[in-house]
């Protein structure tokens, strides 16, 4: 797993974390049951704190993207989710949200950010 942090984003670092695992799920770098490193070795390998990594796993945890196994590790999660629709629906219009706010700030018309977003529709093969 390689995790490239930004500081010059105005995401947080535990947010871009999140963000990153999310996508190399997505796009297939994790696997199920793929076991993730260590908040220490994660840490280390930023040069972060560990209690940044911890929020970031907290939060995949909540969301079931990952699972942490006593004694063995933290994995990436069966993604046959178990998480209700309504719960997905909130999770997916937030971030949604975010970036129609942070087009309209950036003067992107809605033809352009449709079309933006087809094209990432089409990178994962959700049509």
Sequence with gaps: MQIKIDNASDRPVYQQIIDQV??????GRLGRDEKLPTVR???GQLAINPNTIAKAYQQLEREGII?????SGTFVANLDSDLSG???KRIICDDLERAVVDAFHMQIDSQTLLRW????????NLE
Excluded: C, H, M, W
């Design 22 to 27: 999310k996508r190399d799920i997505a796009i």
């Design 67 to 71: 699972t942490t196994r006593p004694g």
């Design 41 to 43: 070795q994660l840490a």
């Design 117 to 124: 977003f087809n094209e990432a529709i089409g990178k994962f």
């Design 86 to 88: 309504s719960v997905k």
